[in-house]
């Protein structure tokens, strides 16, 4: 895994310092409330930054449980952002799109919304449509993740204006009313993070909920941020054996009623 540089590490560090403040006043401004009318429990697998991993190894497993996946991407050059080291090749986002996954905006260059002005972030957010444009055709992202899960109030209202949805890493059940702009997401790397994300799987069968988990790459010695094989395999295996239908995040959105923005 490559080392983060110090510059990057500070930087990350602020907005988490700052996340920590914003976490208890987010939830409570710039809400879109939404009222789930879903008639099945619903799972979710995204995918943040992405590595090609995360398309190589992880789709064939969601792929095999009837499913696709999430995949929010920054389209800039520089990868520095990505701790995998696994470079990124573009060309492969027609077929991904083909093949039923889905592609969601995390950004154009990995911004902390924690930090960035909004001018900044919607002028980056453009850039990161226009370039999908330019790679599939005609393609709109309709959801987003926020970098590092941070999240302030200006990108809040902001992402609110311009995504269906909104995804953070705060972990949680959507299930009753959602705030579209701020979907609780769980992470399913670290094995210790495995067990609770099966909690939360039976918890969305009891309450008729819509879990979303998150990662990044995967494969067999995943980064810090990664998940294995076997550790993905296990959560979508108990997902479809808890009758969970897996459905990318576009595709839940029909289920729960919601209705893109155009
Ligand atoms: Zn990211």
Not at 107 to 112: N, S, V
């Amino acid at each position: 895994m490559n080392e983060v540089p110090a510059v990057a590490r500070l930087y990350r560090e602020q907005g988490a310092f700052l996340n920590k403040f914003y976490r208890r006043l987010v939830p409570l401004r710039h809400r879109r409330p939404h009222r789930m009318t879903n008639r099945r429990p619903i799972v979710s697998f995204t995918f943040d930054d992405f590595p090609p991993s995360a398309l190589h190894e992880g789709a064939p497993i969601l792929e095999r449980h009837g499913g696709r996946g999430t995949y929010y991407v920054c389209l800039a050059d520089d990868r520095r952002f990505d701790m995998s080291g696994e470079g990124f090749d573009p060309s492969v986002l027609p077929d991904m799109v083909a093949a039923g996954h889905e592609l969601a905006c995390h950004t154009y260059a990995h911004r902390d919304c924690a930090l960035t002005d909004p001018g900044t972030l919607a002028a980056d957010l453009d850039r990161n449509a226009a370039r999908m444009a330019e790679i599939v055709p005609g393609y709109r992202m309709a959801n987003f993740a926020y970098p590092y899960g941070n999240v302030g109030l200006d990108s809040k209202a902001l992402m609110g204006r311009r995504f269906t949805t909104a995804r953070g890493i705060w972990s949680g059940l959507c299930a009753g009313t959602i705030d579209a702009s701020l979907l609780p997401s769980h992470k399913i790397y670290g094995e210790e993070n495995i067990a609770p994300a099966l909690a939360l799987i039976e918890e969305a069968r009891r309450r008729n909920g819509w879990v979303i988990f998150f990662s990044h790459d995967v494969r067999r010695r995943p980064t810090a941020f990664g998940s294995t094989p076997d550790q993905l395999e296990r959560v979508a295996a108990a997902a479809a054996a808890a009758g969970c239908a897996i459905l990318t995040v576009r595709e839940a959105l029909a289920e729960i009623g919601l209705r893109e923005t155009a």
